[in-house]
């Protein structure tokens, strides 16, 4: 029998990640990301990024950089997203060890400047 909510990690514009319950239906994704979803799958672990399709079309506050193995941004999510577990055909809860390393990874929040036609991406640094 499959899990009614999952455990999966929120990340919003300017805010530090967090663990949140949802429900696993179209309906709760739509209400988490603000409108229609889309998912992307970057990294190598059974993971994947559910987004606002529209995110950028809307013009949604930038939130965090997608990045290369080498560090380089490739794109910019705009508005809230989540890291959602996978399994052959729905989402599923983070495990332990992945909620940690996504919370790791997405951390520190970023600030997107538009300058001279060029992006600069800082991460807002903690006070503590």
Do not use: C, W
Request: no cysteine; glycine share 8%.
């Amino acid at each position: 029998m499959k899990e009614k909510e999952v455990e999966v990690l929120l990340v919003q514009p300017e805010k530090y990640p967090k663990k949140v319950s949802i429900s696993r239906g179209l309906e709760s994704l739509q209400k988490m990301v603000g409108g229609y979803i889309s998912f992307t799958y970057p990294f190598k672990e059974d993971v994947g990024i559910v987004l606002n399709d529209e995110g950028k079309l809307l013009g949604l506050p930038f939130n965090r950089a997608l990045r290369d193995e080498n560090g380089n941004p490739y794109d910019i999510i705009n508005g809230d997203f989540l890291v959602v577990g996978l399994t052959d055909d729905d989402i599923s809860s983070l495990s332990p060890e992945l909620m940690d390393k996504f919370e790791r990874l997405f951390h520190k929040p970023e600030v997107v400047t538009k300058v001279g036609g060029y992006l600069m991406i800082s991460q807002i640094e903690s006070e503590n």
